[in-house]
């Protein structure tokens, strides 16, 4: 098979985790494939490194940029000589006349509470998921959460299939006794409305915790990504915040290692890897009951908590803190039974699953 990958968006969060860690395993999976990537111009280097690991993988630099008028009419061009198209995300060009599977995280555009874009934009955001449910072979969603919206707001498409991401791209080690962590709060999220750091940050500054406790909210690089609010001007005035933009795997790995509590106040969320992260590097969570979050962190002691329950989100903080300054709870099992949980979720899964999903779609 030849297989052409749309991997031109999502580098710096979660779509380039799916790419830069299924990609290079199917093609090992699978050395008699011909795969080549489309990637952004910036990106070609990362891309590169990424799937170094498989001789089968060609990167393509690609010009058009996605969500872009010119991709409407010149992406069609690189199909020629595949047996089948996977894109990555679900923006496909309305015109797209050959094979294609698509990978549907979230419905996030046809969202207007939380994602708010002009009338044509969602028009468009529209018509292009009823292109996939139409044309599609096969429709991959990385959540029953994000199958059950799209069901309920598109229709079924012909083909379905749940895949979850994994989570076991940082490589931690064994987790470091939570009581021996520094007494940080941690974080990570793009600066996005629906990721809700007004409500956060006003929590933060009520909660009523030792001088001790800090806030480190992890944010991508503004340069590299389309910012919606200015996070800067929000932690100001919130007291003990610190923001830190474009970090390396191996820095938020470390971050997740030494930090006490995770904390995931979205609104919604497709799948919520950093929830996942957050189990898997041993911190205790406190999460939005929102979207997938419950569907992913199952089983795991985590304190859910509406996201829009502001009071509920200060004594959560209070309570969690409490909790590792204080009780006698033996917390290192708490967040050993957590990591069994996430570690359930692993990319070699994932990657196993999709390519199935290929497969079946050529045949």
Partial sequence: MR??????????????????NTVPLIAQAHPDWRIDALVEPANVAVAEAAFAPAGNIA????????????????????????????????WVPLGWRTPFVATVHDMLHLTPAFFPAS????????????????????????SRFTEHAFARMIGLPRVARTI????????????????????????????KAHKNFP???????????????????VSPDDAAFRSSIDLSALAHGAGRVEVR????????????????????????????????????AGALCISSSAG???????????????????????????????????SGIDLDALTAHNAAIAGRFRWNVTAREIAAVLEAAVR
Avoid at 3 to 20: C, M, T
Avoid at 59 to 84: K, M, N, T, W
Avoid at 199 to 217: F, M, N, S, Y
Avoid at 303 to 313: E, H, I, K, L
């Fill in 3 to 20: 297989l052409l990958v749309d991997a031109r968006i999502g580098w710096g969060h979660g779509i380039g985790r799916v790419v830069g």
């Fill in 59 to 90: 990167v393509i630099p690609c010009s058009v940029r996605a969500f872009s008028l010119a991709e409407q009419v010149r992406l069609q061009a690189y199909a020629s000589g595949h047996d089948l198209t996977w894109f990555t995300n679900y």
């Fill in 119 to 142: 009338v044509p934009k969602r028009q468009l955001s529209r018509r292009t998921f009823i292109k996939v449910r139409r044309d599609a072979r096969a429709v991959m969603f990385v």
């Fill in 164 to 191: 979850p991401l994994g989570g076991d791209h940082l490589g931690y080690p064994t987790p470091m006794p939570v009581r021996h962590r520094t007494r940080r709060l941690v974080v990570v999220a793009a600066s």
């Fill in 199 to 217: 409500l956060l940050l006003d929590a933060w500054a009520q909660a009523r915790v030792p001088d001790d406790w800090v806030l480190t909210i």
């Fill in 245 to 280: 933009r474009g970090i390396s795997n191996a820095e938020l790995a470390a971050l997740y290692g030494d930090s006490a509590i995770l904390l995931m106040p979205s609104l919604y969320e497709g799948f919520g890897l950093p929830l996942l992260e957050g189990l898997l």
């Fill in 292 to 326: 997938a979050m419950v569907e992913v962190a199952g089983g795991a002691f985590v304190q859910f908590v509406n996201g829009f329950d502001r009071p509920g989100w200060t004594a959560a903080i209070e309570q969690t803190c409490a909790m590792i300054d204080h």
